[in-house]
């Protein structure tokens, strides 16, 4: 993201923050209000983005605008950055986080986790016409990584000693040199394999998981009525449906298990 972009961001966020009251402490305050106040990130493509409208959208904005659907409530979405989502909600400035959170033990134990909304998997993906279906048969082929990202530490951890190991500075890269053959399979998420079917159907495939994470609607600790609240609608979204068409819209495939089962 460019400079402009990140303080055309910050820009937002500041005048968002200066026109938005305390966010609400309870559950019966939301309700009373008769509005919520969602922090998400907006530089996070697909799950958080400005549209051209200049308007918060993406698959957090999707979820955000269901959640206060089902709590029949207006809705605020208010910018937030990785670095200072958690302080926000935590300081009172947003109700809840919608925004990418993944859900670590470290995260819990500043915040309390809804059942898991959405999800990121991290694979060797390559061309369908090689077996490489295991870490094991990783051996003597060539495998693209991103330098120094989640998938380069999975990848070196599990590729056999004669696996070659081609570093990229970005997934673009990486990408591309799969696309011309220059590698057999890369590390990458869910993200970037669905753009690459999407433009290469057929080609290419997951061959073995290497990490998953899941991610969750954040409250503040203590905050058990909104929670509970919280995690019946991510329940009753997964079994109508609705999570899986914003899934579909967004990323261009179903909810994956790890996240319809996970709860």
């Known amino acids: 993201m460019t400079f402009t972009r990140r303080a055309a961001i910050a820009l937002l966020t500041a005048a968002v923050v200066a026109a938005t009251p305390l966010a609400a402490q309870t559950l019966d305050d939301i309700k009373a209000k008769g509005a919520i106040t969602v922090g998400m990130l907006v530089d996070f493509p697909p799950f958080g983005i400005m549209n051209t409208d200049n308007q918060p959208d993406g698959y957090d904005a999707d979820v955000a605008k269901l959640l206060a659907e089902d709590l029949g409530v207006d809705l605020t979405i208010l910018p937030v950055t990785g670095p200072n989502r958690i302080p926000y909600l935590l300081s009172g400035q947003v109700d809840v986080l919608v925004a990418s959170l993944g859900i670590t033990p470290e995260r819990a134990e500043r915040v309390a986790f809804s059942d898991p909304y959405a999800g990121i998997a991290i694979a060797v993906y390559g061309d369908t016409g090689v077996d490489l279906s295991s870490p094991e048969k990783l051996s003597g082929h060539t495998i693209g990584v991103t330098r120094a990202s989640t998938q380069d530490t999975a ?101 994956p298990d790890f996240v319809a089962a996970a709860n």
Not at 206 to 235: C, H, M, T, W, Y
């Open 155 to 255: 990848v070196t951890k599990v590729a056999p000693d004669d696996a070659t190991i081609q570093r990229f500075d970005d997934d673009s890269s990486a990408v591309q040199a799969l696309l011309s053959g220059q590698v057999e399979a890369i590390g990458v998420s869910n993200i970037i394999s669905n753009q690459i079917e999407a433009m290469a159907p057929g080609r290419f495939e997951v061959k073995f998981d290497l990490s998953q994470q899941v991610q969750g609607i954040a409250v503040r600790p203590g905050s058990d009525a909104l929670l509970a609240e919280i995690n019946a609608f991510v329940e009753q979204a997964k079994a109508d449906g609705k999570l899986n068409e914003i899934h579909e819209k967004w990323l261009g495939s179903p909810l």
